[in-house]
């Protein structure tokens, strides 16, 4: 029987995506300049009903450039959801400025509003005000926006909207990423579209995003020799990565579909086991679900989730437990943190189930094979 490596999301490339890039070519626009740059850029603000978007080089530099386009500065407090990836929180540092990190919530395994005012009301305490919110859209379902927004506004508190796992996904028909102040994509090559690395600005302050392709290109002036009065970054998109990324924008929707069946495949095997959870859609909410994940009950199912992942990895299967919050990661331990056990729990029990858009037939029945085993179900 074949044994080949299932990923747990890999690239899926379509049609147009060879075109385009071989058109890159036939054209000599190779380099960070070209015409599918502001394509990829229009393409992608109208599909997100944003204003506008700046490509970059990851998703990371996108919040980079987003905590400098709201100005903060050294020592400033940024409050971040803790149970994500480390890209969410990694450009505070560069700024060196405090992270201060937020639980989740039961109902989309993103931040909690409640644990975000009592942060706000207790740092205010101490005299301290936040100079912005990061939010983040884990494994394609969409924080609670409504609640966040109408606190960030409260309080008057920037929100970046990290929706780097979230492309095609909504609340109520608006996108993820066209909430916050900032809302920020990545194109990395395991995310739901890939450009085989890059990421997105996206806002409706057409200046901001100006000033983001200034800082992205290391502050040069406007001037016929180099001329630099700030610090800015080689952080551009090439046109090669721009010319994949308007041809796999095509078949996002595709791709969103084929993630969803994914999905509803786990959810029939899995679904009736007791002591195994869904993360399932609250109303009104539209998951791309980029990952599918469950939580397992060891208590209650006699298996672990790192049983299952072994299980999996025995038959070349390749899982992965969810996110290890950040205010458990050694580099961020003096950072204070607000919540309960909710997200320690979510990266004990949780575990992602390979989910790309290209699982064939035959590699689903390997995957629901193996799970029956280990669930006798
Ligand atoms: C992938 C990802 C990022 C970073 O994107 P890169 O393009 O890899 O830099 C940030 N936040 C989350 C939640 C992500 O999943």
Known sequence: MDKSKIYLSSPHMGEEELLNVQEAFATNWISPA???????????????????????????????????????????????????FIGSSNPILYEKAT???????????????????????????????PKAIIVVHLYGMPAKMNEIMAIANRYNIP????????????IDGKACGSFGDFGILSFNGNKIITTSGGGALLSDNIDAL??????????????????????GYNYRMSNIAAAIGVGQLKVLDKRVAARRA???????????IKGIQFLEEPTGYF???????????????????????LALEKE???????????????????????GTDFSEKLFQDGICLP????????????????????FSC
């Not at 937020?102 to 101490?126: G, R």
């Not at 989910?355 to 689903?364: D, W, Y």
């Open 262 to 272: 994914n999905h509803d495949f786990y959810f029939e095997l899995l679904s009736d």
């Open 316 to 338: 070349n299967i390749e899982s992965r437990p969810l996110w290890k919050p950040m205010h458990m990661q050694p580099l961020f331990e003096s950072c204070d943190y607000y």
């Open 99 to 129: 992270p201060v990190f937020i639980d989740s919530e039961a109902a989309t395994w993103n931040m909690c509003p409640q644990a975000l005012e009592e942060a706000i009301v207790d740092l205010e305490k101490k005299g301290k005000r």
């Open 355 to 374: 989910s790309g858009s290209n699982l064939t037939p035959q590699e689903k029945e390997r995957i629901s094979s193996q799970l029956k085993v280990v």
């Open 210 to 231: 100006q000033k983001a392709r200034f800082l992205a290109t290391q502050a040069k002036e406007n001037t016929p020799h180099y001329e630099h009065l700030e610090m």
């Open 34 to 84: 070209g015409p599918f740059i502001p394509q990829f850029e229009h393409d992608l603000a109208t599909y997100c009903g944003t204003k506008g978007a700046a490509v970059v080089q990851s998703g990371t530099a996108a919040i980079h450039l987003a905590l400098r386009l709201l100005d903060i500065q050294q020592g400033d407090l940024i409050l971040c959801q803790s149970f994500t």
């Open 287 to 309: 998951s791309n679900r980029w990952l599918s994940c469950i939580t397992i009950d060891p208590l209650i199912t006699g298996v672990s989730r790192e049983d299952l992942r």
């Open 159 to 170: 929100v970046i909207e990290d929706a780097a796992e979230a492309l095609g996904s909504y």
